[in-house]
């Protein structure tokens, strides 16, 4: 029975994932007015809540690996599992999220509210690139305690930031740019890259508790801590684009 624990965690992550996607497809675009009978267009602000479930899957993901040494339970069925369920949650559910802001930075466009699903396609090439990344690290037995390309929960919950980023924010400048298409579209053209890219990144797994062994590892942690008290949940992208620098500076190449 306690081999199948962290199964069972893994899939509370991916009903996390679903129940995301579902808060995600919950928020329609609402055309709206200002006083000026200026027209605005917004998203339901319930989408946090996707965030938030996919958050919670990362929590979840990360327990399973630890539950699953814990109890020396990990298994190829395991391995395979935790795959399938971080697809839907930090590839299809974040997908999700950008097809729904796209949809948002067109309809603010004159008969945008109509556009083609053409232009709105290319979001899910972030589940597209989580997937083949996936099914490579399954395949190579070299990522123990490093990784090639980024983890698809990062881009998960760099993706998932935005609502929270959008709905949390009072810089207008900030707010245009997370609704801007151009920026939508080069952010899956980034994070879909460096998923299916084999640059050696970190993986924070500590094989000691040593500083020189673990000291890229023990600077992005202080880092996260200090950017999450500053910058709250503008935290999130700074601190993705932080774990590649340190990774790429301290040529955590793992084999």
Known sequence: MLKQVPNIFTLLNLTCGCIAITYILQNGITIQYDADGAQ???????????????GIAAVVDFLDGFVARLFNASSEMGKQLDSLADVVSFGVAPSMIIYQFL??????NEGGI???IVFLIPAFIVAAAGAYRLARFNIDTTQQYGFKGVPIPATGLLI???PLIYWKATNATLINLVTNKLFLYALILIVSGLMVSKLPLMALKFKNLTVKDNLSK??????????????K???V?????????LSLAFKNKQA
Do not use: N
């Open 40 to 54: 605005f267009i917004d998203l339901s602000e319930k989408m946090w809540m996707a965030s938030l479930f996919i």
């Open 114 to 116: 109509d556009t083609s």
């Open 103 to 108: 949809r948002m930075s067109y309809a603010a």
């Open 237 to 245: 992208p700074i601190i993705f684009i932080a774990y590649i620098i």
């Open 233 to 235: 949940w503008l935290a």
């Open 218 to 231: 023990f600077i992005l942690i202080i880092f996260s801590i200090i950017a999450a008290i500053i910058f």
């Open 160 to 162: 998932a930031s935005l």
